[in-house]
């Protein structure tokens, strides 16, 4: 620990001027350089059109959730209700009362490839979990329900219109199978150590279950993969991300504009938001009724925009030749090469003023003259301030992750049921004040998403970005969410895989829904985005759609994206310990190394702008796809012997 302490130590003063010195942008492009193979790899998208290209990832996801909807006759449905009353405690005395374990005797050392000694704490009534069902569907619901419910489904609607939505749901209902699957065998093959402490996830189910099917030396390799990736995730997207985008959304909800009542010299030596545009040459690809369609040049894969007629002719716009365009646009345009100056910002600190401005951002500059400074620009009294921030939220993280999985759901247990009704309560209200037009925003949805019409890629393109929203969110499939069901309460692994099927349907069929509902309708007039045009923060827009109708919006949105980011860090430091513990044994000593290691990097996400970083953990996260499908397709069979049984033990002590 002494040698720990000490590294933190000697890393503390580059965390603290990371985003000033501009290390942290150096690091991210030598990172970027080694691993982006493996992101590459891991998103790679399979051609299926000239326009629609699909990430293989989520193709095997959705086939898999399809496969496990159909394996288990339609569980998302059968056993939605025995879900709730689970949760609701109405089998609390089937699940603690008898048991269906094997008996070992004492000359046995390992009984189907667990210890005898974990078979007798799994058999003592005292030791068979640590938390409830409840704390257990919102610990893992903490680490899901988030920045993708807010941010994610503005930029599936921007590309897919409105009928992304119904995709999405579609997606999160089928997702509710995998979610089932895996969270029943994250409970069968759990280890529960002699104080209590509960092990699982996939690492257990994939070594264990595959020796039983006599895989043995393949289920240990696909554990120790899975466990890498798991590792990676946590300290990226499921901690670094997290924090940075909490940071950016308060300092984003400080910032006031710089106008020409502002002193510019006080502005000297301060962190500044710049707006401007990028310009960039596009081809039109093809022109319909209401929109036209850009490919981007020098780019590999295709990266289609898509513009109304009306934004098309607008002075952002201009062929090659310098010409403007007007609205009489046609099909003779296709071909055509364009300049399109795209939005960008610019963050940097102010070196100096004068009749220019000087902008600075590691090794990068910006000169721009006063007035395009004066009005585009914008000041936080929190910039350059995110270590300060990030401490704080590692303070709290490592107080709350200290305590182990109990402590955590403790905590999301309150967290996560308070900011979710926060949350949906604001859309609800804003849903109130509209609900003429709900039957319209439905109308849209459910036309959007069979037509597609001045979308890219039309029907496909539109069911592909609902899936890949849903996915993404939910995690459906990527097992991290069993290795928080596997402490629940129970001696029936069933049941809390029919808990687990309730995540998707909160996650994506019931927020994110809201949050489509929400946007779809404040976008009636084409202010807030423009379908078939990605918007690129995804936050800021579905702020812009509440605050349409609730002025304060903004502070709950800030408040709420938060404690997501709060409550997301805490859940998936479990995932990730569970997995370290796995490589590295489960000694104190190394608990706390990796909840050191975790905690620093929560400063270092806030105070940091690592995105090649990040993406490679965001990588990590759906590559543990592979390992965790495999051994979910080996061991559906279990899953289903798993059902039968608690479903026959109802049945017998209910009657039903």
Request: with cysteine.
């Amino acid at each position: 620990m002494k040698k720990l302490l000490s590294l933190l130590l000697i890393l503390m003063p580059t965390i603290l001027f990371a985003q000033e010195k501009g290390i942290d942008e150096k690091i991210d492009e030598a990172f970027g350089a080694y691993t982006g193979w493996f992101v590459d790899l891991i998103f790679y998208s399979i051609p299926f059109t000239d326009t629609i290209k699909v990430p293989w990832v989520l193709i095997v996801l959705v086939l898999g959730a399809l496969y496990f909807t159909l394996y288990f006759k339609l569980i998302n449905f059968r056993g939605f209700f025995t879900a709730i009353n689970i949760v609701k405690g109405k089998y609390d005395e089937i699940e603690s009362g008898g048991d269906d374990y094997v008996e070992a005797s004492d000359s046995v050392s390992k009984v189907e490839g667990d210890a005898v000694d974990t078979i007798r704490v799994e058999q003592n009534e005292d030791h068979h979990g640590e938390v409830s069902h409840f704390q257990a569907l919102t610990a893992a619901l903490s680490a899901t329900v988030g920045l993708g419910n807010i941010a994610g489904v503005a930029v599936a609607i921007s590309i897919g219109g409105p009928g992304a939505t119904f995709w999405m749901i579609i997606a999160g209902i089928i997702g509710m199978a995998s979610k089932f699957a895996e969270c029943t065998l994250g409970v069968k093959y759990r280890e529960i150590g002699e104080d209590g402490t509960v092990y699982g996830g996939p690492m257990y189910y994939l070594s264990k279950g595959l020796k039983e099917k006599g895989f043995l030396r393949a289920g240990q390799i696909l554990a120790i993969i899975f466990a890498i990736m798991c590792i990676g995730g946590s300290f990226g997207g499921g901690n670094m991300f997290q924090s940075n985008q909490a940071f950016a959304m308060l300092e984003s909800y400080s910032q006031s504009e710089i106008d020409s009542t502002t002193n510019l010299q006080e502005v000297q030596g301060s962190q500044v938001f710049y707006s401007h545009f990028e310009n960039e040459s596009y081809t039109v690809d093809r022109v319909t009724e209401d929109s036209v369609f850009l490919n981007q040049l020098n780019v590999e894969e295709d990266n289609l925009v898509g513009l109304t007629i009306e934004d098309f002719g607008k002075d952002s716009i201009l062929l090659a030749s310098d010409i403007q365009l007007k609205d009489s646009i046609s099909e003779a345009w296709v071909g055509e090469e364009v300049i399109c100056y795209k939005p960008s910002i610019f963050k940097g600190v102010v070196k100096s003023v004068g009749d220019s401005v000087v902008i600075e951002r590691g090794d990068k500059s910006m000169v721009v003259a006063q007035n395009n400074f004066i009005g585009n620009s914008k000041t936080s009294p929190l910039s350059g301030s995110g270590w300060i921030f990030g401490l704080i939220m590692s303070i709290l993280v490592g107080i709350v992750i200290i305590g182990g999985i109990k402590k955590i759901a403790s905590v999301t247990d309150k967290i996560v049921p308070f900011m979710v009704v926060i949350y949906v309560v604001s859309a609800l209200t804003i849903l109130g004040i509209h609900y003429a037009e709900i039957p319209g925003a439905f109308g849209q949805i459910f036309s959007g998403a069979f037509t597609g019409l001045g979308i890219a890629g039309g029907f496909f393109g539109v069911l592909v970005q609902g899936f890949r929203r849903a996915a993404f969110s939910n995690e459906a499939g990527i097992g991290s969410a069993s290795i928080a069901h596997a402490a629940v309460k129970t001696k029936y692994a069933a049941s809390e895989g029919l808990v687990a099927l309730l995540e998707p349907f909160i996650d994506t069929v019931l927020v994110c829904t809201m949050t489509a509902l929400v946007l779809v309708i404040s976008n009636g007039n084409g202010d807030i985005m423009t379908y078939g045009q990605e918007v690129t923060q995804g936050v800021e827009v579905t702020s812009r759609a509440f605050s349409a109708s609730i002025s304060w919006f903004p502070i709950v949105l800030t408040i709420a994206v938060i404690l997501f980011a709060f409550s997301t860090m805490i859940s998936w430091s479990y995932y990730g310990y569970q997995a370290w513990s796995y490589l590295f044994g489960r000694s104190k000593r190394v608990e706390y190394i990796y909840k050191g290691l975790f905690c620093l990097f929560v400063i270092v996400g806030a105070a940091s702008q690592l995105g090649s970083v990040i993406g490679f953990s965001d990588a990590m996260i759906f590559a543990m796809l592979v390992p965790n499908m495999i051994g979910l397709f080996i061991l559906a069979p279990k899953v289903r012997d798993e059902l039968k049984k608690f479903m026959d033990k109802i049945k017998t002590v209910t009657g039903k």
